[in-house]
């Protein structure tokens, strides 16, 4: 049995483990156990797709068949190298998640059902990646929503809006699978069998039919633009383990689908494809990033940075597609590498980010950056683990993030627009497009780090924050350093996950550095850092020389211009930094604005009180979903005069529907 | 052995970008004081203010965290960084530490996140407002940094900006083909907004509401002041070297000799100087533009950098 | 204005900074040695008739051009050196007065400049008047005069900047 047959069987064995662990009595035990167990369900899964990841060949094939009269062929579990790279990333990311969950976890969300769908969620999205067929993708995927929606709906006791994003990711998720299940349908209907080994056909009707229904079927998963909707609603509602999984590892699915389709099931298909998913790309990530960089709900934020990042992976994809497409294999397999660093960095900061948002919101019960502020000093852990996760959101150097974009760039300066007309209008708007995301990333965490963390306390929670237990500091600890270590060894990494898409030429230079030779560029962050070094050297000499003659001093007031103390309340909060931001792009946020000034008694001219609202929509919901939601809304007010309550009317449905059926039998 | 010679370069740069930095603020106060009809405190003016600073007391008001005094540091250490990195004195470079131009950007940012955080952790209304626009205008800048970027990495086919650089030695024509030209031009209104000159930001201002950079660094006192002073000027030597090294390559050392050095350290103190003043004399002549103007002027120059971009594929 | 003609003006106009006057040294000042030759200054209005004030601005403006001397006016006491400060101190004002000294960092000189910082001039005795600067925060150096010239204000930054 090679390794990765036996961490398949693992797998299952270790989840049944784990839903045991989840069913034991005392809640306290259950989540160290079940924890635990889930994290060793992770971990298996991190191992499994290593091994597959470097090569080594495993297959189960599961015992059932179906009495169905369709061209199906056996469900077979067999993780190529990709899906290697995506179960590590899910494994690694619910094992965190796990850990962290068993000193976060409480109420429903540490109930028995609570830990068991965590652990049937983990179960099916490590399954998703090692599907060899697409029956068997579709049950693990299957397995891996309901087991989310579940997570999702653990407080809706507690908070009505918890009902609604249910509602909407449950809506959300099964309009995916619909539309996966039929592009799959067509796809199987076109190669012959439900095998991903098996050869599409050649039709380009019915394959880019299948293209267009699986892209937007994992897109909604991804949570592209406009199919983004529940992403912004299902995250912040989710217990904060669980928004981890689901925003650090679940939507990376929708990505693994995106690339099985292009790498794998369909890899010869017309330009339009890569022009599709650019558009789909760029938008998501320029959408994303504006709508996070104006929000000021901390997890609201983190999943609108989702899309952005995803936006990014699939005009990463779209690019390879091009260049490909375009003759320029080498520089393809830059983007294609680039694409999976991005799916590889975004899982390990944005674990940390919403554990450590977690940690926030279970130390002063604040979720809303303008009531948070001088966290740091409270929970020094959990502000460390935030600042380093928040440098490889925003790509800085020496993180994960920077060495993902970086490479990125790379891949679209040096395709050649010479050559090639699409190109030389796509690759500039590209760089512009990832540019812009760029920056706004920096503003938006320069934000979420500065507001929360920094100067003063805005309100009481933040005022009384404690700092989080051992075991969430431990994960949120482990999530941050796996955002150093990648940024420190991209040439390993990267040479590892070229092999998953058969990119060629990517190296290791000096220590841990990348090499692409097709672009005739390197980047060795230990190297980087060590002339850092060199040059911080003499600062810090300086520094320490003249601290020594004059040490600093105390004083009681930051400046206020001699006036009274100063307020907590004077500070800026999130939503006035970013107020500059809304300005400049109010016509894609149309924000609405609502001043209320009040007088005193005495005279007119005296202002008591000035209330100030503002409130951002979310253009692509008002546009798109609200008239359907609302048509909807309509038909089923209609539909409730069919159905009234009526025993009698019921009867007369039945014997209609029974002559209906007589009649078409006797046709 | 190359090693070693080619750390000599990137010390002589660091050398020289310490010591002409406060030669170049100097120079551009003293060009603007004389405009102005005044006699001006001399060129060595700026040494002296950073002497003093340095040697005063810094302050930390109750509440403020580590990052006060943090900050300064990190962004004196990027702004040196960059120094390094940048083909100031000469073109060759260390090979693992390749002078990228994203790399560069980068490095440059993290000082840019420094100072907004400095502004946040004061904990006063303008320190909070300073960084805001301060990160919005660098928010905004980036797109016109990288297309501009890409249009000159296209004709050389790396962004290694010492690669750039010597293509336009060996081939001076290129450096006025329109697609340099509006590269530069593009690159010159990023320097000027990145390092708070007129007409995004008027460095010599006292009325906290129309400032950027003053408004972030209020609350710093003494030493922290000295070395956020001396950062941000380190900034705006290494961008003001690394654009006229583009426009006007010549003198710049090409191999690590002492000759080709002392060459290169005397091109590039006389170019800096002389933009440096042809910068301060420009400023008499321009007024500060509004905030909410501030990003019509990033547009604009985004659309020459984009221009150069797709003038060199589609023209050329 | 155009350009252009801004541009003929500066060059018609020239210089306008009269020549710089030797000063004698006062006595008994003797300025701290990181001050020399660049010292900020921080102007704090104590309660003055604002006649001061029309001194201060000249002695920093073209004509008698302090900054010449390394003498600069900036927006925070914390970027500051000397605290220069005009008036009566103000029963309103002497905490703020006491803070802003406070808030500069050290070595720090204090400089009270007028009649009415030294010694209360005309307003002593006055209901809202709290005293003289001297009164208040520890004062280093006094300009006298109401208003003082600006060489004489020009004359005591001098004598900090040592230049």
């Known amino acids: 049995m090679s390794p990765v047959t036996a961490g398949l069987v693992a797998q299952p064995v270790l989840a049944v483990v784990a839903v045991l662990a989840a069913v034991l009595p005392r809640p306290r035990v259950r989540s160290v156990a079940a924890g635990t167990a889930a994290a060793a369900l992770g971990l298996s899964g991190v191992v499994t797709g290593l091994m597959a990841l470097l090569g080594d060949r495993g297959r189960l094939q599961i015992p059932v068949s179906l009495p169905v009269q369709l061209p199906l062929d056996p469900l077979v579990l067999a993780p190529d190298r990709l899906g290697g790279v995506f179960m590590v990333v899910a494994g690694g990311v619910g094992a965190l998640a796990a850990i962290y969950g068993i000193g976060y976890a409480h109420g429903p969300a540490a109930s028995r059902t609570g830990w068991t769908a965590f652990v049937v969620f983990l179960l099916g999205m490590q399954m998703v990646p090692a599907a060899a067929d697409s029956v068997s993708f579709l049950l693990a995927w299957e397995v891996m929503a309901v087991g989310s929606s579940v997570l999702l709906l653990a407080d809706h006791t507690a908070r009505p809006q918890v009902r609604s994003a249910a509602v909407w990711y449950a809506g959300m998720t099964h309009l995916s699978f619909v539309l996966l299940l039929a592009g799959f349908a067509v796809l199987a209907s076109s190669a012959g069998g439900t095998s991903f080994a098996d050869p599409a056909g050649t039709s380009s009707a019915a394959t880019s039919t299948a293209f267009v229904l699986l892209v937007l079927g994992f897109g909604t998963k991804a949570g592209l633009v406009p199919m983004h909707v529940w992403l912004p609603r299902a995250h912040p509602e989710a217990p904060s383990h669980v928004s981890a999984a689901m925003s650090a590892a679940m939507v990376k699915m929708g990505v693994y689908g995106v690339l099985l389709v292009v790498v794998r099931l369909l890899p010869a298909g017309p330009r339009w494809w890569a022009v599709l998913l650019l558009v789909l790309g760029a938008a998501s990530a320029l959408f994303g990033i504006l709508q996070a960089s104006v929000t000021s709900d901390l997890k609201r934020l983190l999943a609108y940075s989702t899309t952005e990042n995803v936006g990014l992976m699939v005009t990463a994809v779209a690019v390879a597609m091009l260049l490909r497409d375009a003759g320029q294999d080498q520089v393809a397999d830059i983007a294609w590498v680039a694409a999976l660093l991005l799916v590889v960095s975004h899982a390990a900061f944005k674990t940390s980010l919403f554990m450590g948002a977690g940690s926030v919101l279970h130390g002063t019960g604040e979720r809303d950056l303008d009531r948070m502020g001088g966290l740091g000093r409270a929970m020094p852990t959990t502000s460390a683990v935030f600042a380093v996760a928040a440098v490889g959101a925003a790509a800085l150097p020496v993180s994960s993030g920077f060495v993902a974009e970086w490479t990125l760039l790379q891949s679209l300066i040096h395709g050649d627009g010479q050559v090639d007309r699409l190109v030389a209008v796509a690759l500039p708007v590209t760089v512009a497009v990832v540019a812009l995301t760029a920056g706004l990333a920096l503003l938006t965490f320069v934000k979420a780090y500065g507001i929360a963390f920094l100067a003063r306390p805005r309100s009481d929670g933040a005022a009384n924050a404690h700092e989080a237990s051992v075991s969430m500091r431990a994960a949120m600890a482990a999530g941050a350093a796996g955002v150093i270590a990648l940024g420190l060894a991209p040439g390993p990494v990267a040479s590892a996950l070229g092999a998953a898409v058969g990119a060629e030429g990517i190296g290791t230079v000096g220590l841990l550095g990348l090499d692409l030779p097709a672009a005739d560029a390197l980047l060795d962050p230990v190297a980087l850092l060590l002339l850092a070094a060199a040059v911080a050297v003499p600062v810090g000499v300086v520094q320490a020389r003249l601290a020594r003659r004059r040490p600093r001093r105390d004083v009681d007031l930051a400046w206020g211009c001699g006036g009274v103390r100063l307020s907590p309340r004077m500070q800026y909060t999130a939503t006035s930094y970013a107020e500059p931001l809304v300005r400049v792009f109010d016509d894609a946020l149309q924000p609405s604005r609502d001043v209320t000034v009040g007088h005193a008694e005495e005279s007119r001219y005296l202002v008591q009180r000035v209330e100030f609202h503002q409130q951002l929509v979310d253009v692509v919901e008002e546009r798109a979903y609200t008239p359907v939601v609302a048509t909807l809304e309509r038909l089923g007010t209609i539909a409730r005069r069919i159905q009234n309550g009526s025993i009698h009317r019921y009867l007369a449905f039945s014997f209609g529907a029974l002559v209906v059926v007589l009649l078409a039998v006797t046709w | ?316 | 204005m155009s350009s252009w003609s801004l541009a003929r003006l500066i060059q018609r106009t020239g210089r306008v900074a009269e020549a710089a006057p030797t000063t004698p040294k006062q006595a008994g000042f003797e300025p701290p040695g990181e001050l020399r030759g660049s010292v900020q200054v921080r102007h704090v209005d104590a309660g003055s008739c604002n006649g001061c004030e029309i001194e201060v601005g000249a002695a920093f403006g073209p004509v008698y051009d302090v900054e010449r001397f390394g003498a600069r006016l900036v927006a925070s006491p914390r970027h500051a050196d000397v605290v220069l400060v005009t008036g009566v101190v103000t029963r309103n004002m002497a905490e703020p007065l006491r803070r802003t000294v406070d808030a500069t960092p050290r070595p720090r000189v204090v400089l009270a400049v007028g009649d009415c910082a030294r010694d209360c001039g005309a307003f002593a005795g006055g209901y809202g008047v709290a005293g003289a600067v001297d009164d208040v925060v520890p004062v280093d150096l006094t300009v006298p005069g109401c208003p003082p010239e600006p060489d004489q204000i020009v004359a005591a930054l001098r004598q900090v900047t040592g230049r």
Request: charged residues 15%; proline residues 5%; neutral net charge.
């Open chain 2, 1 to 316: 052995m190359v090693t070693v010679e080619l750390g000599f370069i990137v010390a002589a740069q660091v050398a020289v970008a310490v010591l002409l930095t406060p030669v170049l603020v100097g120079v551009m106060r003293q060009v603007r004081a004389r405009m102005e009809g005044r006699v001006g405190a001399g060129v060595a003016q700026p040494w002296r203010d950073v002497r003093k600073l340095l040697r005063k007391e810094p302050m930390r008001a109750a509440g403020s965290g580590p990052l006060l005094s943090a900050t300064p540091l990190v962004l004196v250490v990027s702004s040196l960084l960059v120094c390094a990195l940048v083909p100031l004195v000469g073109t060759p470079t260390m090979r693992l530490v390749p002078d990228d131009l994203f790399v560069v950007v980068s490095v440059l940012l993290v000082g840019t996140v420094a100072l907004a955080l400095l502004g946040l952790e004061s904990g006063t209304a303008f320190g909070g407002m300073g960084s805001s626009r301060h990160m919005t205008i660098a928010g905004l800048v980036e797109p016109t940094v990288l297309v501009a970027v890409y249009a000159l990495s296209i004709p050389v086919g790396t962004s290694a900006l010492s690669a750039i650089v010597a293509a336009r030695i060996d081939d001076p024509a290129s450096v006025v083909s329109p697609v340099s030209l509006l590269a530069i031009v593009a690159l010159v209104l990023v320097v000027l907004a990145e390092t708070g000159r007129l007409p995004v930001d008027n460095p010599a201002t006292h009325l906290e509401l129309t400032m950027v950079h003053e408004a972030m660094v209020l609350e710093s006192a003494g030493r922290d002041l000295g070395w956020l002073e001396l950062g941000s000027w380190l900034r705006l030597t290494a961008l003001l070297g690394l654009v006229v090294n583009l426009l006007l390559p010549w003198g710049v050392a090409t191999e690590a000799t002492a000759f080709a050095v002392l060459v290169g350290t005397a091109a590039v103190t006389a170019k800096v100087l002389l933009a440096g003043a042809l910068v301060a004399a420009a400023e008499v002549f321009l007024a500060k533009v509004r905030l909410f103007r501030v990003p019509e002027l990033l547009a604009g120059s985004f659309v020459l950098a984009f221009l150069a971009v797709t003038a060199s594929y589609l023209v050329a």
